[in-house]
């Protein structure tokens, strides 16, 4: 019961590495907020742990405040702020229209700001807090993720920036940068290249030292790590978790 008496948000909760967070979060006796685009998938997420759906777009300023203003009011406080709304719109730079790039640059960098500058206000207030950012390990660079890449390595810029401000009010920032994880992302991937998706992963295993690919559950277990006080002297960090160096 790490999180007895906590209140986390999670972003892009109703699906993968996010809804395995937030069921994570409900199980160690946390309260929790289900933020995704739609509430359809929020709600899936949110019922069966007895916590909060809420629909919202996170490149949208004012959605985002009413999303931790809804979520203070409802639930009590805000103790912890996962982002893990993400979207992918894969090309090659020649043919990476404007659209691709605004997209993803808007939902993972923009949208992650506009979490952070909310949720900072409660934590600072309270002298506690705790903050990390879903990364990737195309932050180092990905054939066709011009976009994606940019995003996620600004992620880790970005927390390292935050660890530094927030620091001296006792709020941890942190980023975690997964591997292949078999979710609805990866699948799509596997079918924008046109590639079986069971051979897809077996390709993508063949080359993880650990032989396997990374789980949902594998992620959200770092990530709760990060926001327990078990951390409570790790800040400004990315942890690569990749089932290998």
Known sequence: MRFKDRVALVTGGGRGIGAA?????????????????????????????SGLPIACDVSDRGQVERMVERTVKELGRLDILVTCAGVIRDNLLFKMTDEDWDTVIDTHLKGTFLCAREAQKHMVEQKYGKMVFLSSTSALGNRGQANYSAAK????????????????????????????????????????MGVDYEAFKLGAASQIPLRRVGQPEDIASVIAFLCSDESSFVSGQTVYVRGGP
Request: proline share 4%; no cysteine.
């Open 21 to 49: 967070t937030a069921q994570l979060f409900a199980r160690e006796g946390a309260k929790v907020a289900v933020s995704d685009l739609d509430e359809g998938p929020a709600r899936e997420v949110a019922v069966p742990i």
């Open 153 to 192: 390595a600004g992620l880790q810029g970005m927390a390292r920036t935050l660890a530094i401000e927030l620091g001296s009010f006792n709020v941890n920032v942190n980023t975690v940068a997964p591997g292949f994880v078999e979710t609805r992302m990866t699948r799509a991937t596997a079918e924008r």
